[in-house]
């Protein structure tokens, strides 16, 4: 079953402008981590936060968990045309495995 | 340094055969994770070897299976398609298992078409 879920399902915003993504999981977690995926290819690993952390950064990237709401925020700053993509949050839990949302698809218009 | 390699790329078969996907992982990762992405269901856990065991299986039917190698590089097996089975499947490796923040590194993913 899906775990982690994104919000919202699709964001357009102009260049330049941020771009912020929620999810939401339903477990206890190890850490929560966020992909990008272009044009249905393979998933690049953007950034990981663990469950005792609360905010991480990450050049444009800025992570922040909240564990007692269950919900992680992805925040992109100063958006570029190439950030087209989805973008994927996955739970990580003790079982190793990675539990994904069905992801956000964010378009960057120029 | 080369990432996670899968083979083959695109494949198209036809109902009630049975396919066999291939998976590199980056050299030093002892870990291989399969992942089905089909439309409208997002990324999908399926299988996890890690030293040559099958560690932990998603659910799915038995008719997914894979291996691992000696030389940690993954198969993944589905026998008797159907049309659902049609996706992306996308393999992923990460370092020995000692940490279960360990970084999954995707590869690009077979596009599998069954007709």
């Known amino acids: 079953s899906q775990q982690g879920e994104e919000d919202p399902q699709a964001l357009s915003i102009q260049e330049g402008e941020n771009a912020t993504m929620n999810c939401s999981y339903k477990t206890s977690i190890n850490n929560l981590q966020w992909y990008r995926q272009n044009s249905g290819r393979g998933l690049v690993h953007l950034i990981l936060i663990r469950s005792n952390e609360r905010e991480k950064h990450s050049g444009r990237l800025r992570v922040t968990l909240d564990t007692s709401k269950k919900s992680s925020s992805l925040l992109i700053t100063a958006s570029r045309a190439a950030d087209t993509a989805s973008y994927f949050c996955a739970a990580g839990s003790r079982s190793y495995q990675l539990t994904f949302g069905k992801g956000t698809k964010l378009s960057v218009i120029p | 340094e080369a990432g996670v390699t899968q083979s083959p790329t695109h494949l198209i078969k036809t109902r009630g055969q049975q396919v066999t996907l291939r998976c590199s992982p980056i050299?030093?990762?002892?870990?291989v994770y399969w992942y089905q992405q089909a439309l409208g269901l997002g990324l999908q856990f399926l299988l996890w070897?890690?030293?040559?065991?099958?560690?932990n299986r998603g659910n799915f039917p038995p008719r997914f299976s894979g291996r691992q190698f000696p030389n940690y590089s993954s198969e993944l097996n589905v026998n008797a398609l159907e049309l659902e089975d049609s996706a992306l499947y996308l393999c992923a490796s990460s370092l020995a298992v000692r940490d279960s923040t360990d970084t999954q590194y995707f590869g690009p993913g077979t596009r599998l078409t069954v007709l």
């Open positions: 070897y890690d030293e040559g065991e099958e560690r």
């Open positions: 050299s030093g990762h002892t870990s």
